[in-house]
């Protein structure tokens, strides 16, 4: 088939087949019925990223490559940062930003075993798991309704002598009050870690400008699972603009190695072998000098080839993502007698992950979303609902030094009991919200 054909050559012969198989075969658009299922998220592509995710398969260079280092760069520009670190999911990523704030390299500003961490208990468990996993004390404070962020009159009750960090999510893409939570911090000498996985895109107006989430804060973070604003099928990101920080999280991520040459590349430095580190010996390998206790977070060249081409396609699918939630807000917007219907944070832009209502007295969480999902639509609780609720606890929920809890969770309960949300993804069409928009108006008694 390649015979007399340059490698070049056929590598453009084999992604121009590989484009019109996929215009072929995948996408292929299908009408909407009634009934049909409606995820509340899906993948969004076209053949761009089958290309990209051939072309990287033919250079087969398995590990980070050249796609990797492109994404870094271009979504480091996308957001407006210096650094930006790719990891193979968004779980990851969280747990690679907090472990960063507990390097030596930060002095007296390391979070240590035993420091506290506010956070909140409704939300995603990994947000929050790193925190117990290093042996630092989450502490939980209450949310506000209707944007199922923190309350910032709990977040100053439950700060004490032992508080070194905040570490919150942007729920459903909604942000939460970054300037009030960002001058808490520099008040108090705190660091601040934005999740950001639910909320990539969403911006917030501070300091005199709308910024990107993930970009107030100390470090950021981004999840690229399939459901989410972007996606490699796993991956995710750790950004920051503190060049410390930077070089932390890259020593951590790729096995906590103080050698900053990239996979198959060795000397960049130009000091390999004639320096002293540790008690090693003299001029011991640099490629082979651990400055930190890290983990092997790597994402691949073929996650990161389809994230280019995701990328491209990142502002349209925050502009489709605040248009279908718009468009369910109006059309459902009279049934605020059931149900609490979600509002953007002042001064925010969110680049929404989902449509989150909670029901009010005499609406039933339940049989309303048994009735949903009876007619193909899918729903979602707002993940953990309360964390510490769940058997994870078990093993340390009699452990007064594990954690910490401040008031009575009220709204976090009433999330978890009365709350559930729909998808508002690029892929949803105006037929799917309006069927979705029937049925709900119909459960409620709403024709």
Known sequence: MFENK????????????????????????KDFADGDRIPYASRVYDSAEMVNLADSMLDFWLTAGRYADEFEAKLSQYLGVRYCALVNSGSSANLLAFYALTSPLLGDRAIRRGDEVITVAAGFPTTVA???????????????????????????KALSHKTRAVMLAHTLGN????????????????????????ALGSEYFIDGEYKKTGTVGDIGTSSFYPPHHMTMGEGGAVYTDNPLLSKIIRSMRDWGRDCVCPSG??????????????SLPLGYDHK????????????????????CAQLEKLPSFVGKRRENFEYLSKALSDLSDKLILPTATENSLPSWFGFIMTCKDGTDRNALVR????????????????????????????????????????????????????????????????????????????E
């Open 175 to 198: 942000p939460f009050d970054l300037e009030k939570v960002r001058d808490f911090c520099k008040k108090n000498d705190l660091w601040l870690v934005e999740d950001n996985c639910d």
């Open 6 to 29: 340059t490698e070049k050559q056929a590598r453009e012969e084999i992604l121009i087949s590989v484009k019109e198989y996929c215009e072929k075969f995948h996408n292929v658009h």
């Open 130 to 156: 790193p925190i117990i996993q290093y042996g630092a004390v989450p502490v939980f404070v209450d949310v506000s309704l209707p944007g199922c962020n923190i309350d910032i009159n709990e977040m100053y």
């Open 288 to 307: 082979y000098v651990y400055s930190h206790f890290g983990f092997n977070l790597k994402a691949t060249e073929m996650q990161a080839a389809i994230g």
């Open 265 to 278: 590349c060795d000397n960049i430095c130009g000091h390999r072998f004639d320096r002293q580190y540790g």
């Open 371 to 446: 009735t949903v999902e009876e007619h193909g639509i899918q729903t979602r609780m707002l993940f953990a609902g309360n964390i510490i609720r769940h058997p994870c606890f078990d093993s340390i929920r009699d452990d007064k030094e594990a954690y910490r809890v401040v008031g009575d969770l009220k709204n976090t309960d009433l999330i978890m009991n009365n709350s559930f949300w729909i998808g508002v993804y690029p892929g949803m069409t105006r037929q799917k919200l309006d069927y979705m928009i029937k049925v709900i108006r119909n459960a409620l008694g709403k």
